[in-house]
């Protein structure tokens, strides 16, 4: 029998096309406006739990615009990285550049020193919404057909209820059953993905 190859495709590197809306639609056009140095305002700071593409946002704006100060996961900053959020925040209100921020509270839930949490606050705040699993069903068919690929509803809702629910390993799902319905010469249909998982599991248990 063919050996399943089982490595995990690196993932696509964040940007703006492929990070997945749902309802921060508004926040994404607006960190994008101020990656391209389209918006009036000069500070967003995101917050959302763990998985509601924060850090994804971050990153896309940073490779939009590599001069963009950018501070992720703000409540872990020690006291220099506070100071120097501060010192570019200040900058930034003074027509030199501009600030994207992220943690997982609103401003004022912070723990961080009173006056750059004002200063978090005078921008634009959003709080980033995690994605529906109607979202995340929207994205698995739509990254199946980029890729050639047709799940049927059944399929979809199976990954969704069996697997974790983060896009990362949803899209590395979508590379393993790619390479193993075309290794078997077969659709992917509920036998097929049940048949590929079980054989990630007896290969990891093996190892």
Known sequence: ??????????????????????????????????????????????????????????????????????????ARLDAAGQQALFSAINAARDAHGAVLAAGDAPPAQLALRDDLKSRLAWGLVYQLRPLSDADKALHLRAEAARRGLELADEVVWYLLNRLPRDLPRLNATL???????????RHITLPLVREALASVDGETRRQ
């Open 1 to 74: 029998m063919e050996q399943l190859p089982l490595e995990i495709t690196a993932a696509a590197d964040p940007t703006f096309e492929n990070f997945v809306p749902g309802s921060n639609a508004e926040a994404l056009e607006r960190v994008r406006s101020l990656a391209a140095g389209r918006l009036r305002e000069e500070v967003i700071y995101l917050w959302g739990e763990p998985g509601s593409g924060r850090t994804h946002l971050l990153r896309a704006a940073a490779r939009a615009n590599p001069s963009l100060a950018t501070a992720d996961d703000v």
């Open 175 to 185: 590379d393993l059953l790619d390479r193993y319905s075309l290794s078997r010469q």
